[in-house]
């Protein structure tokens, strides 16, 4: 208990606190305001000097972790303040468990008088009795306003969130808040080249590392910098240089940023309640995602290729700039491991070979299904070029298509089938209905009750997996070219391959699989599994139909999938 003040004259801290976050938004509470009313309430009282004005601006009353009060607590422990002035309870705080502890407990023991003039508190004048039941009442309400508007305030951010409004600070690197509406995102040019940049140098194959090496050689300014010289005010407890540099660790997390595809998501993290400001991870599930919200920088053909690439073994030489053309793409296609990349000195020569990496670890798993690097990307560059040309005649097609007056009538003859495809299920749903009843009723055992069930149960689908097929046909016919050249384009784009690249392999191809040879078999068998299997799939399936209905249709290749090491 302070003894070294004079209780006849009380040495004050006045105290004053505004918070954008819980409510505190009428011009009554400003900092200024208060000020004013506790000066003027100060005039008539001579018993009380004032030792300094103690300001949190911006603080929520939730928790006392408050640079102002934290001083004024100080000047308390130290002997220098033996009370503390406030405007009204609410503005000394908003946790009606903590303010009663001080009120209650802290003050009274320290010596502190306490007063809260819109409230009409004075602790040395007022009733003790009637204090203890209103005193506590007031906080509890000033508690409860501020989980309500805790509670309007996420649930007002969520709904933003899910609109695709931009909720955040700052705009993620590369975007620029819109000067018309705060709430949208729009390209930063100048950023964005740099993240072009990035990705393609990732899809030709440069590691993570070497990106960052080679983006600090040119001086490119890093995410934080960039924003600071903006005129940002962007701050991170990591940056200790003046200037900063690239990592990998900067050039990963831009490869893995949806927001770079057109994709906004927020909400990631939350705290788990309005009086913890603890921040926690909340399930991807819960994230708000929206797609296609604003202008993508990178396309989502070529991000979702990047992620594909991070998923991989991509590991490169020590000597090596880039990831070789086939990295994290063979795979051996008895046991499933992925296939490593050796290389072998003989004489002035050097072998180099793709092993499983399952029998290279130990021996009793799998063969060895060695494979000649330099025969096998042969094979895999005349495969590539094989089904280019199918796709570029299945493009042909539906060119011809296009200008066939068979279109209309073979849209009416899916969407017939669609039609009574839907009935199909129908009648498997009823009958699956019935079937319960009559299991209920004991007409059917439990055991011919789960087997017919089943049995209807793979009806459906097999029936729901044809009427997607034919929707997917109605919209070749309903748009024809427009609705192939997405997938189509990155093929077409590549035209005749002359040499392998890794942009094409990661764009076209999904993986290479490695057979080990069999009886007389000379060479081991691999087999190129492409991109877009299932448009390419349900594409030529349609043309098939079309044939089956006579309209007359170019001569296309074969698809080849099975090359030889040669």
Not at 433 to 439: A, I, M, Q, R, S
Request: with cysteine.
């Amino acid at each position: 208990m302070n003894t070294n003040l004079n209780t006849d004259v009380y040495n004050a801290d006045i105290y004053l606190r505004l918070s954008r976050e819980d409510g505190d938004k009428e011009e009554s509470d400003s900092i200024t305001n208060q000020k004013e009313l506790i000066l003027e309430f100060l005039k008539s009282r001579k018993d009380i000097r004032v030792h300094v004005i103690r300001a949190d601006d911006g603080y929520s009353g939730v928790n006392f972790d408050r640079p102002a009060f934290q001083q004024m607590l100080e000047d308390i422990k130290n002997g220098k303040v033996n009370c503390v002035i406030t405007k009204d309870l609410s503005r000394f705080g908003r946790n009606h468990i903590e303010v009663g502890k001080y009120i209650e407990k802290i003050f009274p023991y320290l010596g502190v008088r306490f007063i809260a003039i819109n409230d009409r508190y004075d602790s040395i004048e007022n009733d003790v009795q009637a204090n203890n039941i209103i005193i506590p009442f007031k906080n509890l309400i000033n508690d409860a306003y501020c989980r309500d508007i805790s509670i309007k305030i996420r649930s007002n951010l969520e709904a933003k969130r899910k609109k695709g409004d931009f909720v955040g600070a700052f705009a993620p690197y590369g975007y620029q808040k819109s000067e018309a509406d705060k709430k949208r995102l729009e390209i930063d040019e100048e950023a964005a080249e740099v993240i072009r940049g990035i990705f393609k140098l990732y899809l030709q194959g440069k590691s993570a590392y070497k990106i960052a090496d080679k983006l600090n050689k040119e001086d490119t300014l890093t995410p934080m910098d960039y924003k600071r010289e903006k005129g940002s005010e962007f701050y991170t407890g990591f940056k200790k240089e003046i200037r900063s540099k690239w990592t990998h660790v900067n050039v990963l997390r831009i490869l893995k940023n949806p927001v770079y595809k057109g994709t906004l998501i927020q909400g990631r993290e939350t705290t788990p309640n309005y009086k913890v400001k603890k921040r926690i991870t909340k399930d991807e599930s819960k994230w708000s995602k929206v797609e296609k919200n604003h202008e993508a920088i990178i396309s989502p053909v070529d991000f979702d290729n990047v992620q594909d690439l991070l998923r991989m073994d991509t590991r490169t030489g020590n000597t090596e700039e880039k990831v070789y053309f086939l990295s994290g793409i063979v795979r051996c296609g008895d046991c499933g491991g992925n296939m490593v990349r050796k290389t072998v000195p003989s004489g002035k020569k050097k072998f180099v070979y793709y092993v499983c990496a399952n029998h290279k670890s130990d021996k009793t798993i799998c063969s060895s299904h060695c494979i000649n690097a330099e025969a096998l990307e042969r094979s895999v560059l005349r495969l590539l070029n094989c089904q280019i040309e199918n796709v570029i005649d299945i493009e042909n097609v539906l060119e011809q298509l296009e200008k066939t007056e068979y279109q209309n009538e073979n849209m009416a003859k899916r969407n017939t089938q669609v039609v009574k495809k839907k009935e199909e299920i129908r009648k498997y749903y009823n009958l699956r209905l019935e079937l319960y009843e009559d299991y209920k009723e004991g007409l059917i055992t439990k055991e011919e009750y789960l087997e017919l069930k089943e049995t209807y149960e793979k009806r459906i689908e097999t029936v729901e997996h044809a009427i997607t097929s034919l929707q997917e046909e109605i919209e070749l016919l309903t748009s024809g070219q427009g609705y192939a050249c997405g997938w189509i384009n990155e093929f077409k784009k590549c035209g005749h391959l002359k040499e392998l690249t890794r942009e094409v392999v990661v764009a076209l191809i999904d993986k290479v699989l490695v057979y080990e040879k069999k009886g007389a078999e000379r060479y081991p068998r691999i087999e190129v599994c492409f991109k877009y299997a299932e448009k390419y799939q349900t594409s030529l399936s349609f043309i098939e139909g079309l044939e089956s209905d006579a309209v007359p249709l170019p001569g296309r290749n074969q698809e080849v999938v099975y090359g030889e090491n040669q």
